[in-house]
């Protein structure tokens, strides 16, 4: 390990270089306690933001209604899947985002690595990102301080890893983080194979067979509208 802090002028080469953080507790997650200066992962989130640049802590959230009326609404990022874990109705989610009063936005997640800095700026304008349990919610760290995720968990027994992966760290990087946990009558899984079919009746046996995934693809759920909208979006 190199102190570059400590390494004077020395100019090293390098075939090969892996730059990383360590003393981490989880895979998005850093323990302070074993970090270098006690740094943690809202020091890390700070980092991201100043690297790109983008505004500093404290600045306002909230940005200029654009859509009329002279106020300002908050504004809410829902991240789109191509293939799994992906949303069928994004049209009548976004309706429901507008009535809701957020002005609403979206972003697909592959599109979302071409260019990081234009994702950074995107993202920072936002109030709410909202996603489904993915490492798109990793984008969170350029929501500002105090901003909002929503994640929501497919059918599944999904809760533990959604709260290692997501909520943990976002909590860990003074952001709020809420969970939608999808029933199993809103998953395509159910259309697909019906009530008692095991991967609806009895999720847990494919973590007792020590396997994550099914042969009947039960990666492809369905999510909803926000909680008090009652009529699911399929995805």
Known sequence: MVDLDADGDVMRCYAHLVVGLRGHHRDFDIDPARAPNGY???AFREFVRAAYPLPAPGASVALPCKSGGGGTRPRLMLILR?????FFNVGAIMDAIERA???AACMDEAASWADVGAVARE???CD???GAHDAGLTNMVFLRAGAVVVQVIPWGKMEPYGEGFVG???AHMGLRHFVYIIAAEESTLYDRHGKDHP???DPDVFYRNDTTRSSTGGSRTSGSTPP???RRCRW
Not at 82 to 86: K, N, V
Request: cysteine-free.
């Open 228 to 230: 008090g909208s009652r």
């Open 82 to 86: 191509g293939r799994t874990r992906r």
């Open 40 to 42: 943690d992962m809202l």
């Open 199 to 201: 991967v609806i009746a």
């Open 123 to 125: 993202v920072d304008a």
């Open 101 to 103: 009063g957020f002005e």
């Open 128 to 130: 709410v990102l909202v």
């Open 168 to 170: 943990a760290p976002a």
